[in-house]
């Protein structure tokens, strides 16, 4: 697993450099869309029924304006608009990241 080393904000991209070299831009809005907080994604109980989530948002304009790392193996992301439950596990920021 791969972890950043370096979190910066510049303009309006989260910006991440991680361990084996590699750079990761990350739009604010983007990265809001993306969270994968029930809020955001839903969850689905032992049956398979989903329940929230509902994606298709737009988060034009939502700014990140803070983060704290969670552990060894996340980043949580505090959003202008309030939201801030999502943990982004770092392999699901390194694979966000390629479709970014």
Not at 16 to 32: A, F, H, N, Q
Not at 49 to 62: A, K, L, P, S, W
Not at 75 to 92: E, K, M, P, Q, V
Request: proline share 3%; charged share 20%.
């Amino acid at each position: 697993m791969n972890a950043p080393v370096n979190i910066q904000l510049i303009g309006n991209e989260v910006a991440i450099v991680w361990d084996d070299g590699s750079e990761s831009y990350y739009p604010c809005d983007k990265l809001r869309a993306a969270s994968p907080s029930a809020e955001t994604a839903g969850e689905r109980d032992i049956f398979g029924t989903q329940y929230g989530g509902g994606g298709g948002r737009d988060f034009t304009g939502v700014q990140v304006t803070g983060w704290e790392r969670i552990g060894n193996y996340a980043i949580r992301f505090d959003f202008s608009d309030g939201h801030r439950t999502g943990l982004y596990a770092y392999d699901y920021l390194k694979n966000l990241a390629a479709k970014m």
